[in-house]
């Protein structure tokens, strides 16, 4: 993993969609030495997927949709900051994308309960799959990390986050080898020039934040296909709790 002395610590945060991760981008983006990349392979995915996105058109026209070229970008771009912060959808890293750059970088898993991805995720879209949710391609890319490493890589869960900011992000810091700065816990409202396109059908609330807000203690009920969806995703969640960094 990257160290302290690096020139350049590259820290890949790994996440399925509806969690805190642009919270996350922020936090890291208000430090005063980070650089932030908003999904890189976003448009890749949709390219190679055809799938029907929120603003795909606008994705498309105004990303790099070759794989390999943003994996060897995500290796090599040089930047002001001394940290570069990439915010990654687990979902979005289809199979024959290349990973081996993957191994290059430290790699941190952001994982959330499925009953509240789930609940988030069919707020913004009429059709929910499983394949949408990242919680399969978040295990897999989970286990070919810890197979390298030879080791569990660093696993934050949103709740904790939301209970105890300071103190989870600094075990998050450490786990990159790099020191916690009290600017994470605060950051001005609005958008940023780093926001993907996507920012004006996803980002609403965390354009409106400055921290990160406390949980919500009550779990969403679900029906239907949404329980049974929460429920095929639960035992990838629950591998990856029972390893997450515990304050």
């Known amino acids: 993993m990257s160290g302290e002395d690096d020139e350049t610590v590259r820290i890949a945060t790994w996440s ?9 981008m922020r936090s890291f983006e208000n430090r005063p030495d980070t650089d932030v990349v908003d999904e890189p392979f976003y448009g890749a995915f949709l390219a190679a997927s055809r799938i029907n996105h929120p603003m795909r058109e606008e994705i498309l ?3 790099e949709t070759d794989p390999e070229a943003i994996g060897e970008s995500l290796l090599s771009a040089q930047l002001p900051g001394r940290i570069h912060y990439q915010k990654h959808m687990t979902h979005h890293m289809l199979a024959g994308f290349p990973r081996d750059w993957i191994s290059h970088v430290t790699n941190v898993f952001l994982i959330r309960d499925p009953c509240r991805v789930v609940a988030s995720y069919a707020a913004k879209r009429e059709t929910v799959t499983f394949d949408d949710l990242g919680f399969g391609q978040q295990l ?3 286990d070919t990390v810890a ?15 939301l209970r105890n900011p300071q103190a989870v992000l600094t075990l998050f810091c450490e786990a990159c080898s790099i020191s916690f700065c009290d600017e994470m816990l605060k950051w001005p409202a609005g958008p940023r020039a780093s926001d993907g396109v996507w920012a004006a059908h996803w980002y609403g609330a965390v354009e409106r ?4 807000a406390p949980p919500v203690d009550s779990v969403p009920e679900l029906d239907g296909e949404l329980s049974r969806l929460a429920d095929d995703a639960r035992p990838a969640y629950e591998k990856l709790y029972a390893l997450r960094m515990k304050i």
Not at 16 to 24: D, E, K
Not at 147 to 161: C, K, N, R, W, Y
Request: charged share 20%.
């Open 209 to 212: 934040s400055t921290d990160f």
């Open 147 to 161: 197979e390298h490493l030879g080791a569990a890589p660093p696993i934050v869960d949103a709740d904790d986050v």
């Open 16 to 24: 399925g969609p509806r969690n805190i991760s642009t919270a996350m």
């Open 61 to 63: 026209a105004g990303m």
């Open 140 to 142: 897999e890319i989970f």
